[in-house]
């Protein structure tokens, strides 16, 4: 009966520990396409420079404001 009980116990565990380490090396996906950051920096009084640095929204300095 204590052979079962630590049997499953590891089963269990080996389990757990393979969702886990299967699901932490899955590649993250980007959080926003270049489209809606530009869409996001044109909103908000940028200039979109995406396509010479990439994901970069250029603003006016306060200071240099006519």
């Known amino acids: 009966m204590t052979t079962r009980k630590i049997l499953l116990g590891l ?11 299967a699901c ?10 270049d489209a809606e950051l530009k869409a996001i920096c044109e ?6 420079r995406g396509e010479l640095i ?6 006016q300095s306060a200071s240099l404001a006519p």
């Open 11 to 21: 089963l269990l565990a080996a389990g757990a520990g393979g969702l886990f380490s």
């Open 24 to 33: 932490s090396t899955m590649p993250q996906g980007p959080t926003y396409t």
């Open 43 to 48: 909103r908000r009084g940028g200039w979109w």
């Open 54 to 59: 990439a994901g970069y929204c250029e603003f």
